[in-house]
């Protein structure tokens, strides 16, 4: 993942990776409890390999 998509000072600079961040976090990391970090990173690769990809 890119860290900027633009220029400095562009104010829609980050915008879309800040977007999905919220969403994922909204959707899939807030309503979840995971035991280890691992199950945490699998379960969120897998929301987003297998829902988000598909949008």
């Known amino acids: 993942m890119r860290a900027s998509l633009g220029r400095a000072g562009t104010c829609y600079d980050n915008a879309l990776a800040g977007s999905f961040n ?19 990173q699998k379960d969120i690769a897998n929301y987003i390999e297998v829902f988000f990809n598909c949008r």
């Open 22 to 40: 919220s969403m994922l976090k909204i959707e899939r990391v807030y309503r979840h409890v995971y035991p280890t970090r691992t199950k945490a």
